[in-house]
Every structure is written in C-alpha cells, then in structure tokens.
C-alpha cells in the first residue's frame, strides 16, 4: 500500500497529496508491501513507466545498487525484534528508487529505519531540501544507525552481523559516489562487523571499552566454556605450565618405583610379582591421568 504520498519545496511539504506537478520540488512516495496497482499508480504519478517500477521495486533482490536510465536503486537490508519478543528477529528488505525529482522508498518485511523517518525530516527542513539525494542519504545513515544498536544489544547475533555485511557493500559504494558523507558510518559498521561488539551510534564508547577501565580477571578455561566442576586446587601457581609440568611429573613416579621393584629384585618373592606390580602400576597412573585431565592440569 502507499503509506503516504508528499511533495516538498525548499524543505517544506506542500498541501495536498503529492502530484507530477513540475516544479522545482521533488515527489517522496512511500510504499509498504506494494502491489501491480500500486506499481502502476506510482508510475503514472511520479512519470515513469510502470513496467519500470515494476522490475526495480518488485523482491527479493539482492542487497546493492543498480543504476537505471531515469534512476538509482539502492536495496539494503532490514532486521527488527518484534515487541514482546525479545529473542525473535524478523528480517525483510527497504528499496529505495530516487531520481532527479522524485524518491520512492518501498518497505517487505518491518519498518526497521524508515520508523519516524520521514516526521524526523519534517521537522528539519534544511535536510529536506537537499531533495532525493538527501532523502536516500537519511535513509541509509538511519539504516546504519539500526545495525550499530541492534548490535550493540546482541553482538553475537549472526542474523544480524549477517545484515550488517550485506548492507556494506552498497553503503561503501554510495559513499565512493553520490553520497561521500557516508563513508564514516559504512567505516563505523564495517568496525563493527569485525569486533563483533558495536559501538554506540552516537559515537560513545561502550563501558567495557572505556579508557583505563580495569578488566576483570580471566578464568583458565576457553572462552565460553563452563568452569569445570572438581577443578583441582592450583596452590597458588601462576600459570598452566607449572601445573602440566607437576602432574606429568607426578605421572612418572609409579613406573619409577616400579623399576626400582624390578632392580630390588623384590619379585622373587612370588610367581605373580610383576604381572601384579605392573597391573597396579597402570591402574595407579590411569587413575592420576583421569583426575589431572579432568581437573585442567593436563
């Protein structure tokens, strides 16, 4: 459906819905979920062909840019957490056609940047007369701004690191052309990507990244491991090496004393000497290896 249909002058949204008026304003249509009928109402209102707007807005389409004679599409990816479930994620796409005296932004799946957008842009009429290439210029920075918070609360979502990357590729390419000023926020997000811990969207460092901020001490198991249970005391030594280097050691005493047996020339004392000597000698050093492995020696 069409969500709304506006024309703006020097910033400034005009009475009455939006028409192909000429003038030296620009038409911003918004649309969500759009049919053919409103392919065709688009067309005829911002003065294109409907097939044409068809082929550019319908989905899925991959996340990019793609030029057309008469304008520019930009695809970009959308992921929101629906309201009253926190561990759900929906994902859908934004489609942003714009040309030189129009701009259609075309929602699948959830509002995700284009939330508020267009009220927020009202209100700043400077942003507003830029026209469409300022329009699609929000609209990908709101874009960047969504990826940063959604990960700055789940950054070990791979649904959403996965979004993010897909929206760096035409972010990075916009910034390379039309769009210069949004190198800075693809930069950002692309940091982002590679920590797997964004920053916050207005720039301020995270708590745990704040500038001689004391680390907590880290435990001797891998990371994201549970502690293991009847881990044996370390009694106070510094590293993991000491301790392998004693239990390997502790290891090695029963078969010594097993030799020292056979040089004593102790198994003379009955026909089963060794077989027994050797048999307790294994069970005693099995049992030492099961417990230093399980309590992280080894």
């Given at each position: 459906?069409?969500?709304?249909?506006?024309?703006?002058?020097?910033?400034?949204?005009?009475?009455?819905?939006?028409?192909a008026?000429?003038d030296?304003g620009?038409?911003?249509?918004?649309?969500?979920e759009?049919g053919?009928?409103?392919?065709?109402?688009?067309?005829?209102?911002?003065?294109?062909p409907?097939?044409?707007?068809?082929q550019?807005?319908?989905t899925p389409?991959?996340?990019?840019?793609?030029?057309?004679?008469?304008?520019?599409?930009?695809?970009?990816?959308?992921?929101?957490?629906?309201a009253?479930?926190?561990?759900?994620?929906?994902?859908?796409?934004?489609?942003?056609?714009v040309?030189d005296?129009?701009v259609?932004?075309?929602?699948?799946?959830?509002?995700?940047?284009?939330?508020?957008?267009r009220?927020?842009?009202e209100?700043q009429?400077?942003?507003?007369?830029?026209?469409?290439t300022?329009?699609?210029?929000?609209?990908?920075?709101?874009?960047?701004d969504?990826?940063?918070?959604?990960l700055?609360?789940?950054?070990?979502?791979?649904?959403?690191r996965?979004a993010?990357?897909?929206?760096?590729?035409?972010?990075?390419?916009?910034?390379?052309?039309?769009l210069p000023?949004?190198?800075?926020?693809?930069e950002?997000?692309a940091?982002?990507?590679e920590?797997?811990?964004?920053?916050?969207?207005?720039?301020?460092?995270?708590?745990?990244?704040?500038?001689h901020?004391?680390?907590?001490p880290?435990?001797?198991?891998?990371?994201?491991?549970e502690?293991?249970?009847g881990?044996?005391?370390?009694?106070?030594?510094?590293?993991?090496?000491?301790?392998?280097?004693?239990?390997?050691?502790?290891?090695?005493?029963?078969?010594l004393?097993?030799g020292?047996y056979?040089?004593?020339?102790?198994?003379?004392?009955?026909?089963?000497?060794?077989?027994?000597?050797?048999?307790?000698?294994?069970?005693?050093?099995g049992?030492l290896?099961?417990?230093?492995?399980?309590?992280?020696w080894l």
């Open positions: 459906m069409i969500v709304d249909s506006a024309r703006y002058r020097d910033g400034r949204r005009l009475a009455g819905p939006g028409t008026a000429p030296d620009f038409l911003w249509i918004g649309l969500a759009p053919e009928a409103e392919f065709a109402q688009v067309g005829a209102v911002a003065g294109l409907a097939a044409l707007v068809a550019a807005l319908r389409r991959a996340a990019g840019v793609t030029r057309y004679p008469q304008a520019l599409l930009v695809v970009l990816p959308t992921v929101e957490r629906p009253g479930q926190p561990h759900a994620l929906t994902t859908g796409q934004l489609l942003v056609l040309g005296s129009f259609l932004t075309v929602r699948h799946g959830p509002t995700g940047p284009m939330r508020g957008l009220a927020r842009l209100r009429p400077h942003l507003l007369a830029g026209g469409p300022a329009v699609l210029h929000e609209v990908c920075a709101a874009t960047v969504g990826c940063l918070t959604a700055a609360a789940d950054p070990g979502s791979r649904v959403l996965a993010a990357r897909q929206a760096l590729a035409p972010l990075r390419e916009l910034a390379g052309g039309p000023g949004l190198r800075a926020s693809a950002r997000l940091a982002a990507c920590a797997g811990a964004a920053p916050r969207p207005d720039g301020a460092p995270r708590p745990e990244q704040a500038p901020a004391e680390q907590a880290q435990p001797d198991w891998p990371p994201h491991a502690p293991p249970s881990k044996l005391p370390s009694g106070g030594l510094p590293s993991g090496g000491l301790r392998r280097l004693g239990a390997w050691v502790a290891l090695a005493v029963p078969p004393l097993l020292g056979a040089l004593a020339g102790q198994a003379s004392a009955g026909p089963y000497g060794y077989p027994l000597a050797i048999g307790a000698t294994a069970l005693v050093c049992t290896h099961r417990l230093f492995k399980h309590g992280g």
